[in-house]
Nanobody, 126 residues
Framework: QVQLVESGGGLVQPGGSLRLSCAAS????????IGWFRQAPGKEREGVSG????????YHADSVKGRFTISRDNAKNTVYLQMNSLKPEDTAVYYC???????????????????WGQGTQVTVSS
């Protein structure tokens, strides 16, 4: 069974950090680009960060550039999103997703992503 499971979300104060994990089962992440998306209440889902499977190149949306870092550990079949200097506007449900087409589009294009996790809530508030 193909599955992506996110973890690491929670409540953090502004300026704090969180690391999200996206663990895959039932398939190997080596062959997939991975994107992190987020959706805040009343807003559309948006691409935050992505990492290619072939060359390891990365993408970060302007809103998170310099604060978020995406990385992958193929041995653990896991992708991470390190989030620093968090702001209240980063509050959202965060999803990871896998694309068999590589990181072709930057900004990320939702329709490129075949498999999705269930999401993890990130709340930035004092």
């Amino acid at each position: 069974q193909v599955q992506l499971v996110e973890s690491g979300g929670g409540l953090v104060q502004p300026g704090g950090s969180l690391r999200l994990s996206c663990a895959a089962s039932g398939f190997t992440l080596d062959y997939y680009a991975i994107g992190w998306f987020r959706q805040a209440p009343g807003k559309e889902r948006e691409g935050v960060s992505g990492i290619d499977n072939s060359d390891g190149s990365t993408y970060h949306a302007d809103s998170v550039k310099g604060r978020f870092t995406i990385s992958r550990d193929n041995a653990k079949n896991t992708v991470y999103l390190q989030m620093n200097s968090l702001k209240p506007e980063d509050t959202a449900v965060y999803y990871c997703a896998a694309s068999g087409y590589g990181l072709r589009y930057r900004p990320l294009l939702l329709s490129e992503y075949n498999y999705w996790g269930q999401g993890t809530q990130v709340t930035v508030s004092s």
